[in-house]
């Protein structure tokens, strides 16, 4: 469905735009129909970036994201107006995506306006109706309300309704569950499940790793904008093999499990742009290899669906642990 | 018994009436202890700890008494307060990376700070930098802009800042809700470390994520809207909870092993009580599976085994 080919981000920063912050390098994954893919990274890793790229709210500076065998982000006004009728995106902090000034619904009705100027209006009201029922929310208690009458989760569940009125075979949902509630976090999510199986492909980003868990297929880890592991979700978890995902899977606070004896090096975080691994300052394999600071490992197999980017994997991965 | 709290009840004054955030809060903290402070948005978190340091209007003292190390806080007066703050109870506020004053080097914002209390820079400035290489921090910083340091980096010198002069209580306020999973492994051992090597006697972590409470804390506390619903140790909190909303709560979360396809979490249906008029008995009545006659009545917060506290009538029955 959705397949992204050596996409890269670069800003230009500086007074005059001298300088270069690559956030996205050479990204290349895709997403089948009725699936939902996790990516998953530390704050300042690209994938808020690679959301909105697909969203063509931002260019791309190279590559190639193509939708069903279009290539997005050569669409122009009307071609892309169209592509929102597939694809959509719902963002992390449903506070800030209302006016409070007006109503909550005025979502819809810029829905209406843009992409439904000549439905009629009773026949709109009973999709708006269907939509909120969609997402579990019961039309009568939620319409006509402003943005600060409504709770978090009712607001989030607001806006897939929103996204949901357009029939869209995509959705980017970019950090949705991290401002609600526990108790409301999981409703969210179920949703989201809920959706897959009507036939909804949803790129889930998010920087919890228990929710990528309960929700995808398949996760992709990014380091500074890299992919540095990418599989199915249950390899990634139970046999992360490139160093960075196993301290990211190490500090993950559970409930079953006290965090074990891992120290995190902080020293070494900041953003720069290394010709060799990106995770070689803060790597702490004994035998860092000497290429590994020139060269950058390529994303190769190392078991059936589970790519990794490390030249030392074989040897971190002397150990493997069954799936349970 | 280092902080010892006794009913304490703090409305918000509005033009509709006043909004019971904090509805009597009754517990103690010993020293050297790690209490976790959980629930969901707007059940009197923040509340409870914002009156315990800095009780500002619309916030109004309704009754109940704060004693620390056996000295009662006049919590009520702005004024006497100032003996107190960051000499004896100290905070990491919510938005702890904004707090920092952006137009002064850190350094110089630190020696202004200490000014105002007339404690001296030079003198304090050894044991600063001690504490500087403990959260991994250059001694440099003292010398940077707020500006040039990282969420997680301005987090750890807020840390370093409020427990400078070895608080007796020290308030994290969802101070790792903001961090990366691996910083904020590294800011929550670190509040362990201090408390371990007495900066600060004891501790009130505030957070909504429960999994980090269990990581570090010694006892969870665990409120619903503006009451207390039920407080034990951490073990008993995360594996044998006792009051229906924790039991829900504990049940919603997602964890690491627990997929979509194979085990479905349900969250708790219905939302939190509107506090300008709350629902007299139990504010959990509504959304609680096991709801009968009694919940009209308010349950009491008493102890149903040693240091296990419940506000539910089910359990107390069930005790009886």
Known sequence: MLKLE?????????????????????VSFDVKDREVVSLIGESGSGKSTIGKMILGLISITSGKIDFNGIDVSTLRKKELKKYYYDVQGVFQDPFSSYNPIFKADRIFNIIRKEFFPKMKYAEWKDKINKSL?????????????????????????????????LDIQFLVADEIISMLDASTRVDVLNLLVELKSRGLSILFITHDLSLGYYISERAIILYRGTIVEMGETDKIYYRPLHP???????????????????????????????????????????????????????????????????DCYKKVAAKINPIP | MSLKINNLKVYYQTLRGDVKALDGATFSISDGEIMGLAGESGCGKTTLANSIIFLNPPMKYIEGSVKLDGEE?????????????????SIIPQYAMNALNPTRKIGKMISELLD???????????????????????????????????????????????????????????????????????????????????FVKCMIVITHDISILYQIADNILVMYAGKLAE???????????????????????????VKSSEKKLTGIPGNTPMLLNPPLGCRFRDRCPLAFSKCTEEPPFIEIEKDHFVACWKEHKKNA
């Open chain 2, 231 to 257: 407080k034990a140790s951490t073990k008993t909190i995360i594996h044998s909870p006792r009051h229906p909303y924790t039991k829900l709560l504990i049940s919603s979360l997602p964890k690491v092993g």
């Open chain 1, 133 to 165: 029922r969609a997402v579990g929310l019961n039309p009568d208690q939620v319409l006509n309300k402003f943005p600060h009458q409504l709770s978090g989760g009712q607001l989030q569940r607001f806006l897939i309704a929103r996204a949901l009125l």
């Open chain 1, 6 to 26: 050596k996409v890269s981000k670069i800003y230009k920063t500086g007074t005059f735009g001298g300088k270069l912050l690559p956030a996205v390098v050479d």
């Open chain 2, 116 to 198: 105002s209390k007339k404690v001296n820079y030079r003198k304090t400035k050894p044991e600063l930098e001690r504490r500087l290489d403990l959260v991994e921090l250059t001694r440099n910083v003292l010398n940077m802009y707020p500006i040039e340091l990282s969420g997680g980096m301005k987090q750890r010198m807020v840390l370093v800042l409020s427990t400078l002069l070895d608080p007796s209580l020290l308030i994290a306020d969802e101070i790792t809700s903001a961090l990366d999973v691996s910083t904020q492994k590294a800011v929550a051992e670190m509040l362990v470390e201090f408390r371990d090597r007495k």
């Open chain 2, 73 to 89: 806080l006049p919590i009520w007066d702005m004024k006497k307060m100032d003996k107190f703050r960051f000499k004896k109870i």
């Open chain 1, 244 to 310: 960075y995902t196993k301290m990211l899977m190490a500090s993950v606070p559970r409930l079953d499990k006290k965090w074990e004896e891992v120290k995190i090096e902080l020293r070494g975080k900041k953003a720069e742009t290394a010709v060799g691994c990106v995770y070689y300052d803060r790597c702490k394999a004994t035998d860092k290899k000497k290429s590994c600071m020139i060269k950058r490992p390529e994303l190769v197999e190392a078991e059936s669906g589970h790519f990794v980017a490390c």
